[in-house]
């Protein structure tokens, strides 16, 4: 056994330099490893990330694929209240499908796990589209996930969720 010589302990931090009014003091550290370098940052274009050997890495991404329903109003409705929108679109929504899209629109090799209804080949269909390996999105009985957002002109929303398939994740 070896004798180790006991670490000093400090009833308070060791300042840096003096306290002034209204500044922090950082405390002063004990000997101890030296800190690890920072890696390079990779080349301005190189999105796809690398294995050392030149393979490409594949993200895999678990989450929600809705149908989004998106209506366009003046302002948002008030308890009670009927409006007329002035467009309606529908689309490819879902945290999960719109973060497994805008990684492979960035370049990524993406699978998503995912699950919609009897009703959602579209939308696997569309997510397939961005390039996004969906062979692990299970088609589920029950409706796909969807959404009913409203915008009003100002940007601001407000959304109604049905979960559907997306429950069994």
Same mark, same amino acid.
């Given at each position: 056994? =070896?004798?180790?010589?006991?670490? %000093? ?8 330099? %003096?306290? =002034?009014?209204?500044?922090? @003091? ?10 690890? %370098? !920072? ?13 050392? *050997? /030149?393979?490409? &890495?594949? &993200? ?13 109003? %003046?302002?948002?409705?008030?308890? /009670? ?12 929504? +879902? *945290?999960?499908?719109?973060?497994? $899209?805008?990684? @492979?629109?960035?370049? @990524? ?6 699950? !919609? +209804?009897?009703?959602?080949? =579209? ?8 390039? !996004?390996?969906?062979?692990?999105? @299970? $088609? ?10 409203? !915008? ?11 979960? /559907? ?5």
């Amino acid at each position: 056994r =070896r004798d180790r010589a006991a670490a %000093p302990v400090l009833s308070r931090p060791v300042l840096s330099r %003096p306290v =002034r009014h209204g500044a922090q @003091a950082s405390a002063r550290l004990p000997p101890g490893p030296a800190p690890r %370098p !920072v890696a390079p940052a990779r080349p301005r274009g190189q999105c796809r990330p690398r294995h050392a *050997k /030149g393979i490409a &890495v594949t &993200v895999w991404n678990l989450g929600s694929i809705n149908a989004d329903h998106v209506y366009a109003l %003046p302002r948002l409705p008030r308890p /009670g209240e009927t409006l007329a929108a002035r467009a309606l679109s529908h689309g490819l929504g +879902g *945290k999960g499908a719109n973060m497994s $899209a805008a990684l @492979a629109r960035a370049g @990524a090799r993406v699978a998503h796990v995912g699950a !919609v +209804g009897e009703d959602g080949g =579209r939308w696997r269909d569309r997510l397939a589209a961005f390039g !996004v390996d969906v062979a692990e999105v @299970a $088609a589920l009985d029950g409706p796909t996930g969807h959404a009913v957002i409203y !915008v009003d002109d100002a940007g601001e929303n407000c959304i109604v969720l049905h979960p /559907g398939a997306n429950r069994a994740l």
